[in-house]
T-cell receptor, first 112, second 114 residues
């Protein structure tokens, strides 16, 4: 089966710094990866996705990197702002393509 | 704002009771999935409905059941509630049945079983 693990359950950064959140997965058949942001009292909010035929994708202030060789995924947030404080989940699908498997999440705290 | 609406937002039930949670789909999204999120954990897949039929199921017992209606709205029913069913229940919608597009989540229903 699939498993998703995060390297750090919490991350604290200063406002303006860059943040990097890491994720590891076990199933080499995983072919679609999504990062979600979840604020307190809300559902997960889509940030950015990447397919297995890519190794990098950029959005507004966010970049996702995928290393299929070592089964590692990362989310980079540039110029982190207080509004970025939330729990970040990596998720993936593959094999059975009807469900997403989520990691446990990283709590990002941005200090002013 | 995702356009996925869940009701109620909070609910308290007693062990052994039954509960129905509701989800209205974002316009044009014909697939709905339900996830259970325990405190401090990531969401866990319960099942998915596509064109009013169950399209896949996670590791949840049969007392978790669902429905999808012609307007793509959905219900999650849980019978014989147990204390461990206390969690945030999330509904997520998308276009199509496979993961070619990201899920869009509602804000969930917080269920407490006492």
């Amino acid at each position: 089966g699939e498993s998703v693990g995060l390297h750090l359950p919490t991350l604290s950064v200063q406002e303006g710094d860059n943040s990097i959140i890491n994720c590891a997965y076990s199933n080499s058949a995983s072919d679609y990866f999504i990062w979600y942001k979840q604020e307190s009292g809300k559902g997960p909010q889509f940030i950015i996705d990447i397919r297995s035929n890519m190794d990098k994708r950029q959005g507004q202030r966010v970049t996702v990197l995928l290393n299929k060789t070592v089964k590692h995924l990362s989310l980079q947030i540039a110029a982190t702002q207080p509004g970025d404080s939330a729990v970040y989940f990596c998720s993936l699908s593959g094999g059975s393509n009807y469900k997403l498997t989520f990691g446990k999440g990283t709590l990002l705290t941005v200090n002013p | 704002e995702t356009g996925v609406t869940q009701s109620p937002t909070h609910l308290i039930k007693t062990r052994g009771q039954q509960v129905t949670l509701r989800c209205s789909s974002q316009s044009g999204h014909n697939t709905v999935s339900w996830y259970q999120q325990a405190l401090g954990q990531g969401p866990q897949f319960i099942f998915q409905y596509y064109r009013e039929e169950e399209n896949g199921r996670g590791n949840f017992p049969p007392r978790f059941s669902g429905l999808q209606f012609p307007n793509y709205s959905s219900e999650l029913n849980v019978n014989a509630l147990e204390l461990d069913d206390s969690a945030l229940y999330l509904c997520a919608t998308q276009v199509g049945s496979s993961y070619n597009s990201p899920l869009h989540f509602g804000n969930g229903t917080r269920l407490t079983v006492t």
